[in-house]
C-alpha cells in the first residue's frame, strides 16, 4: 500500500536502472549536480572548522537544484548552479540582493571560497561527467518499459533497480514537472471493484491532509491492451512545497498516472505517474495530453 503515496510525494531512493538513450549530435557535458553538491559540502565543512565560515546550510528543494547559504564575517550568500556551454559553473550571490556576493561587504574569504568551488568542478569534470544532450528514448524496467517525452531538459533525479524518476523545470523556479516509473507487488484482486478500492484507499491513508488540500481526486478503471488498469487524476493544493524562491503563496500538484497489472502475472504491475506543481494560474492544459502518451507506450515484458 504505501507504493501509492508516490502519487503525491515522488520521495524514493536512487540506485541505477537500464536507460536506453541515444546521443544527440551536438552533445556536450556537465557534472552531474548531486555530485558537485558532495563536493561543495565537503569544501565547506573544512572552511567552517578553520574558521573561514561563520556558518552554513543545504537548502534541499524537489528534483531540480539544492541551495547552500553561506555566512563570513557578517555578509550573507547563497551558493546554486547554473548550466552553460563549458558545462556546470557555481552562482554565489549576496542573500536577498542580485549582486555577486564578495561586492556585499567586502570580505575576499567568499570569494575564496567561489573561487575554490569552481576549481572543484573543472577540476573533477572528467571523472563526474554525464550526458548533458541526449535523446532518452525508453526506461526499461525488469517487467516494463515506457517511452520518455521527446525533450532534451529531462534529468533523471532518482533511480533503483525497480523505478526511474525524471524532473524537468517548470515556467517558474519553483515550477516542475516529474515523471515517476516504477515496478509494483500487486495482491491478487477478485474484481476492478476491488482494484479500485485498493488505489482508493491507498491514497486517503497516505496523503498528508496538513499539507495537501484535495481540489480534485477521479479514479476510474480503464479497457487497455494490458486488460483492466486503473486511471487516476488528482489535483492538491501543496500548502508546504519546497521552495526556491520567497514566493509563500501556495502551489498546486496536478497528478495523472496509472497503475496496470502484468498481463502475463498479475502479481506484478507498472505504475506509471506524469506531475506538474505550479503556482495558482499556471496550470498547463497540455497536461493530460502529454501523460496519455506516456501511459500509453507502456509494454511489459514476457
Not at 144 to 152: A, G, K, L, W
Not at 247 to 252: A, D, G, H, K, Q
Not at 269 to 281: E, K, P
Request: proline fraction near 2%; charged fraction near 25%.
Amino acid at each position: 500500500m504505501k507504493i501509492i503515496l508516490l502519487l503525491l510525494l515522488f520521495m524514493q531512493g536512487c540506485a541505477s536502472v537500464d536507460i536506453q538513450t541515444t546521443p544527440s549530435q551536438d552533445q556536450y557535458y556537465k557534472i552531474e549536480r548531486s555530485k558537485a553538491m558532495l563536493l561543495t559540502e565537503d569544501l565547506l565543512k573544512t572552511s567552517l572548522a578553520n574558521g573561514f565560515l561563520d556558518s552554513y546550510k543545504r537548502e534541499d528543494f524537489e528534483f531540480i537544484n539544492d541551495i547552500f547559504y553561506v555566512e563570513s564575517k557578517g555578509v550573507k550568500g547563497r551558493i546554486s548552479f547554473v548550466e552553460n556551454e563549458k558545462g556546470l559553473a557555481v552562482n554565489m550571490r549576496a542573500e536577498g540582493k542580485d549582486i555577486p556576493v564578495w561586492e556585499a561587504g567586502g570580505t575576499g574569504t567568499l570569494l575564496g571560497i567561489y573561487t575554490n568551488i569552481q576549481r572543484l568542478l573543472n577540476d573533477n569534470s572528467g571523472e563526474l561527467r554525464k550526458e548533458k544532450k541526449q535523446q532518452l528514448q525508453r526506461i526499461a524496467l525488469k517487467d516494463f518499459s515506457c517511452s520518455v517525452p521527446n525533450e532534451d531538459d529531462w534529468l533523471v533525479v532518482q533511480r533503483n533497480a525497480d523505478s526511474v524518476q525524471l524532473a524537468k523545470q517548470g515556467n517558474g523556479a519553483d515550477e516542475t514537472y516529474a515523471i515517476q516509473a516504477r515496478s509494483l507487488e500487486l495482491p491478487q484482486f477478485y474484481n476492478d471493484e476491488a482494484f479500485i478500492l485498493f488505489i482508493e484507499e491507498g491514497i486517503k491513508k497516505y496523503t498528508d491532509g496538513s499539507r495537501f488540500i484535495e481540489k480534485k481526486n477521479e479514479i476510474s478503471a480503464a479497457n487497455t491492451k494490458h486488460g483492466t488498469c486503473i486511471k487516476f487524476e488528482s489535483i492538491h493544493e501543496d500548502l508546504s512545497a519546497k521552495k526556491r524562491t520567497n514566493n509563500s503563496e501556495p502551489m498546486f500538484l496536478e497528478v495523472i498516472g496509472t497503475t496496470c497489472r502484468n498481463p502475463h502475472d498479475h502479481s506484478k504491475g507498472a505504475y506509471l505517474v506524469y506531475s506538474n506543481r505550479y503556482y495558482s494560474g499556471n496550470q498547463d492544459s497540455s497536461l493530460s495530453t502529454q501523460a496519455q502518451s506516456l501511459l500509453n507506450s507502456l509494454e511489459f515484458v514476457k
